[in-house]
């Protein structure tokens, strides 16, 4: 059943009307046309569809578009700054923390949602806030530099 | 012998047609100055030709291989992709330093089989070691070529002349100069260029040779790379396809009737190819589910436990692939021997991108965006499944989400562009997860035996090596070793029935992972028994100074005290050979004799690889490597049986994850001097191996067979 659905997209309220119970994912990507979220394995079990709703990273692929309503929702398209990169998604570029780049969408939100929470976190803390996010090329210890090097960037900022 | 003459590649029946036109590219890329290579001038083709087993065919046209812009910017045109390996970063550099431009003033051009010269694909790491060395020349011929311009605009002779990030100087009086965007204005001047020029020496390379950053970075972190499901062109169906529950299952009973019934459906029914279309996947997925079908299965019996024996049954008369000495001979002198059976099982590519491709007809042009890894191959599939000429199908390949060679066959964008006509609209076929896997072209499983002895000496005696169905890439023999003999048996290339259960194909570095890992864990065994520090066992065993050298830079590195095996430390080395390159891997490990599990706690890989183009990205392809080899030494592996596939998703095949990672460590040999060889696959092939050996190491008990699961570790501990 359609209904309206009214929502924060990257800062900007957004209205759709769409079938509640289709996954955030597909509308995300098909309705309105945001592809940084990725489609890896449908069953929240690789991360690369990861999107922030409050500031908590979820995996669109297991999520309802009605269950957004009235929500705060950031794909990898908003997160960075007015022409600003945001620090994460800069120190994943000087770490070359990536390859294919696939799952880096994915691995950037939810390393976002790790700094909220953990504003410094320790190597293991890293690791454990990762680890059900699967990268194939194997740019995993990389990743791990960029998100400490971040945090060090972000609390010198803040 | 380098393992390299035996690139084992296995297309499915290959023809090349050359539908390319010199007008027809000259018409798609604009104006500017054209530089183009004929094939004569293409050690590449040769080479390339030479590995394949069917070099027939080669286009006879020409290869064009950069433009210079009016806007200064040279466009490089490569049928090469880019799926992470990083071709995009280092053929820029390449043809920066030859036509003495900054890196970031050139544009990759790549996978578009309308704009890009013919290439057979991106695999088994040939770009830099095949492509790189005529791009090169191609750079130089470029830069000459300018010159020549500039001699004729300034009346200048060339031989006054210097070039410096892409302007023309008089060498005397460097206020007369003329740069390559001047030179290329309001023009379109095509050269094609014969003889040889010069490329640089290394100590003039001001790009090459030096860690740089991926170009593609930006796009990929702020998600706007494209990759082959993110387009949308308008009108389009997402598709959806009925699948069988397994390999060899037949379609009995099909009632469409509930499937049509759901709004906005479009159900497609064309022999084999049974589709949903729907303008949003989700609901062409769901509408999918309304499906009612029956298939018949066959019953083989084969599954993931008896596929040995099931090959060893079928396997043909064997191959000698290598041979010296005389094994009768040595077997008499050895005072004891060792035979023992190594085995592998299948593993799947399981790239994060699953295969895609969009496919759109116009007319009696198709045109098809996909993730593949050979563009033309794709074309070629797509055009004989319509039965319409090659030259009517572009493919294009935006950026791929992952290969490992999983990508070479392009099933999907058969799929897609079958739709497409079939519908009438544009149609994206987007692998699910689960369809990934069942059609994936696994790492065939294999079985190698070798037989061995000691002479009274403690050293190798003799060495007889089978192969089954690994093929021979890395199953070659570069120990001293005085009676040896390899044979492979395999069935590729011979028309007949393949042994396995369903599909299988090249697995980054295809073959060594599995001859490595037989060679590398039997070399050990056999120091173990002579009671020899297993590093000093390979370096009495090696008169090859190329792979001392990189066993010593390993050793040095990781800090190797030698000691006799098992140890109780947990550390193992081993080494190998791909694509020309030499790698050498020390680990060490932790068993946790209660559950099984192996931590790997630190690699340090060394490697040899000629001139490293961009050291920075030969790094990041080491890492990948040793971090996707944790995976099948440890983990990876397919269960199945009766052709169904039971592994179909990431919950029950475990990828490495983060928790698994060690401390990675890498040493580049630096050999600048020597031509660049393979990047993209060495340093996985010794993974097996040296977490095997570390783990013999670690608890005195020898796994043979990958991968060293918890529970075959269990086993093992408990039969001892």
């Avoid at chain 1, 690369?48 to 297991?62: F, G, H, Y």
């Avoid at chain 1, 293991?124 to 699967?134: A, E, F, P, W, Y």
């Avoid at chain 2, 060594?512 to 065994?525: K, P, V």
């Avoid at chain 2, 098992?566 to 190998?576: E, L, M, Q, T």
Wanted: positive net charge; hydrophobic residues 40%; proline residues 5%.
């Amino acid at each position: 059943m359609d209904e309206k659905i009214k929502f924060t997209l990257n800062g900007k309220a957004t209205t759709i009307t769409v079938d509640g119970e289709r996954k955030l994912l597909w509308v995300l990507r098909t309705d309105l046309g945001l592809t940084g979220t990725k489609y890896g394995c449908g069953e929240g079990l690789c991360g690369a569809c990861t999107v922030l709703i409050n500031k908590e990273a979820v995996r669109s692929c297991q999520i309802a578009a009605k269950d957004v309503q009235g929500k705060e929702v950031i794909t990898i398209e908003g997160i960075a700054g007015k022409g600003r990169l945001h620090p994460l998604q800069k120190s994943f570029m000087e770490h070359d923390a990536l390859q294919c780049g696939y799952c880096t969408p994915g691995m950037i939100l939810t390393a976002y949602a790790l700094l909220r929470n953990n504003p410094r976190p320790s190597t293991s803390d890293i690791i454990k806030g990762m680890d059900t996010n699967l990268c194939r090329c194997g740019a995993h210890n990389r990743i791990i530099k960029a998100i400490q090097d971040a945090a060090g960037k972000m609390q010198g900022r803040s | 012998m380098l393992t390299d003459e035996f690139l084992d590649i296995d297309f499915l029946d290959e023809t090349i047609k050359m539908q390319f036109s010199r007008r027809q590219f000259l018409t798609a890329a604009g104006g500017g100055i054209f530089l183009f290579f004929t094939l004569g001038d293409m050690a590449i083709f040769s080479r390339e030709g030479q590995a394949s087993s069917a070099p027939q065919g080669l286009p006879d046209d020409f290869n064009a291989y950069l433009k210079i812009g009016a806007d200064g910017r040279i466009s490089c045109y490569t049928g090469k992709i880019e799926m992470g390996q990083g071709a995009v970063t280092a053929l820029a550099l390449m043809l920066a330093d030859e036509l003495d431009v900054e890196p970031e003033k050139v544009d990759m051009v790549m996978g578009d089989t309308d704009l890009c010269p013919y290439d057979r694909g991106t695999f088994g790491s040939m770009t830099i070691r095949f492509f790189g060395p005529p791009l090169r020349e191609a750079g130089a011929k470029g830069r000459r070529v300018l010159m020549e311009l500039a001699a004729e605009r300034l009346q200048i002779p060339v031989k006054d002349l210097e070039t410096e990030r892409g302007v023309i100087f008089d060498k005397t009086n460097r206020q007369r100069q003329i740069s390559y965007a001047q030179l290329a204005q309001g023009k379109k001047i095509v050269r094609q260029l014969l003889g040889a020029v010069a490329i640089k020496k290394p100590s003039a390379f001001k790009s090459m040779g030096k860690p740089a950053l991926r170009r593609d970075a930006q796009e990929k972190v702020t998600g706007q790379a494209k990759f082959a499901m993110d387009f949308r062109l308008p009108g389009m169906l997402y598709a959806k396809i009925l699948r069988p529950p397994a390999h060899g299952a037949k379609l009995k009973d099909l009632d469409l009737s509930a499937a049509r019934q759901v709004p906005g459906v479009q159900v497609i029914q064309d022999g084999d190819l049974i589709a949903v279309l729907h303008k949003h996947p989700d609901a062409a997925a769901a509408a999918l589910e309304k499906i009612k079908a029956r298939f018949e299965r066959t019953a083989s019996g084969i599954d993931d436990k008896n596929i040995f024996d099931h090959l060893l049954k079928v396997a043909p008369e064997g191959k000698v692939v290598a041979r010296d000495g005389d094994l009768q001979k040595g077997m008499k002198a050895a005072v004891t021997n060792l035979d023992q059976t190594y085995l592998d099982g299948y593993v799947a590519h399981a790239p994060m991108e699953p295969h895609v491709a969009l496919a759109h007809v116009e007319g009696d042009k198709v045109t098809v965006r996909a993730s593949t890894q050979a563009p033309f191959l794709a074309r070629d599939e797509v055009a004989n499944a319509l039965g319409i000429p090659s030259g009517n199908v572009r493919v294009i390949t935006p950026f791929v989400g992952g290969g490992f060679g999983g990508k070479t066959r392009n099933r999907q964008a058969v799929e897609a562009a079958r739709l497409a006509k079939l519908s009438g609209k544009p149609v994206q076929v987007a692998w699910s997860r689960k369809e990934e896997f069942f059609y994936d072209s696994f790492r065939p499983a294999a079985v190698v035996k070798i037989k061995s002895g000691l002479t009274a000496k403690g050293r190798i005696g003799f060495w007889d090596y089978h192969v089954y169905f690994a093929g021979q890439r890395g199953g070659g023999q570069f120990y001293a070793i005085p009676h040896y003999s390899v044979i492979a048996y395999d069935m590729r290339g011979e028309g007949r029935r393949s042994p396995h259960p369903f599909g299988t194909g090249q697995w980054r570095a295809p073959g060594n992972n599995t001859n490595t890992f037989g060679r590398e864990c039997h070399i050990d065994s056999l120091a173990a028994m002579a009671g020899i520090d297993p590093l000093e066992f390979r370096l009495l065993h090696l008169t090859d100074p190329q792979m001392q050298r990189v066993l010593k830079a390993a050793a040095d590195k990781f800090g190797w005290v030698p000691a006799k095996q098992p140890s109780g430390r947990g550390i193992g080395v081993a080494c190998g050979q791909d694509t020309g390159t030499c790698v050498a891997t020390m680990a060490e490990v932790e068993v946790d004799k209660r559950t099984g599990h192996v931590q790997v706690k630190r690699l340090v890989c060394a490697q040899d690889m000629g001139l490293a183009v961009n050291p920075e990205g030969a790094t990041l392809q080491m890492e990948g490597c040793m971090t996707m080899g944790l995976g099948y030494a440890l983990k990876e592996h397919i269960r199945f049986k009766d052709g169904e596939i039971f592994d179909l998703n990431f919950d029950t095949y475990e990828l490495p994850r983060f928790s698994w990672l060690p401390k990675l460590e890498t040493v580049i040999i630096d050999n600048k001097e020597s031509a660049p060889q393979g990047g993209g696959e060495p340093a996985i092939i010794t993974m097996g191996a040296v977490i095997a050996n570390a783990v013999y190491d670690a608890i005195g008990v020898r796994l043979m067979q990958m991968p060293l699961s918890p529970e075959s570790i269990m086993t093992a501990l408990k039969e001892r």
